[in-house]
């Protein structure tokens, strides 16, 4: 079946520490997405990249870094610059723009 | 800036009852407007896209309008049921956000048994 896989589900990180969230697509999508989302609040970007070996900011890079050296992978790094960085972490493939983009089953992160 | 607003935030009805859920948006100059469902603790399902020149899309229990001109849209599900139970989220992709897309907040749906 084609999708998305998100890992880990949970995710704890402690004080100084960066993580890494994986996300994986075997929809052959050009573009791919990270999206932040909190209690109450709407899907933020943080990163999205619509090509291999190249990505842009979102709304909200500040303390988060991506890699896209395969079309598949997009991994997500939360750094320890990022003082706040407990939320539900979602990864989005999209193929051209008139079709909707497809999620993963997401990975929640929490500071430990 | 584009700005997506989905009221109410949440939603209780009754079994059978007609579920109407808003979306408004503050530029109109847009490409496509997407309705998706979210379960709890789950990613995002993505259930009708409008295209800028569509004036509604169908899929079965699901009917979504598009209104550019008053920046709005509504999602109607007919004959709710338990298992329509979730927060249902808009997003709006426009040409002034890179054709990125703007999410609302989402309205959570609760149909009583």
């Known amino acids: 079946d084609g999708g998305i896989t998100q890992s880990p589900k949970y995710l704890f990180r402690k004080e100084g520490q960066n993580v890494t969230l994986s996300c994986e697509q075997n929809l052959n999508h050009d573009a791919m997405y990270w999206y932040r989302q909190d209690p109450g609040q709407g899907l933020r970007l943080i990163y999205y990249?619509?090509?291999?070996?190249?990505?842009q900011k979102g709304d909200i890079a500040e303390g988060y870094s991506v890699s896209r050296e395969k079309k598949e992978s997009f991994p997500l790094t939360v750094t320890s610059a990022q003082k706040n960085p407990t939320a539900f972490y979602l990864c989005?493939?999209?193929?051209?723009?008139?079709?909707?983009?497809?999620f993963g089953d997401g990975t929640r992160l929490s500071i430990l | 800036k584009q700005e997506v607003t989905q009221i109410p935030a949440a939603l209780s009805v009754p079994e059978g009852e007609n579920l109407v859920l808003n979306c408004s948006f503050t530029d109109s100059a847009i490409y496509n407007l997407q309705w998706f469902r979210q379960d709890p603790g789950k990613g995002l399902t993505s259930l009708l896209l409008?295209?800028?020149?569509?004036r509604e899309q169908t899929s079965g229990r699901l009917n979504a309008s598009l209104d550019k001109s008053s920046g709005r849209s509504t999602l109607y599900i007919a004959a709710s049921q338990p298992g329509d139970s979730a927060t249902y989220l808009c997003?709006?992709?426009?040409?002034?956000?890179?054709?990125?897309?703007?999410f609302g907040a989402g309205t959570t749906v609760t149909v009583r048994a």
């Open positions: 409008i295209q800028s020149s569509q």
């Open positions: 990249s619509q090509i291999v070996n190249d990505f």
């Open positions: 997003a709006v992709m426009a040409p002034s956000n890179d054709y990125k897309l703007s």
């Open positions: 989005a493939s999209g193929g051209r723009l008139s079709q909707p983009q497809h």
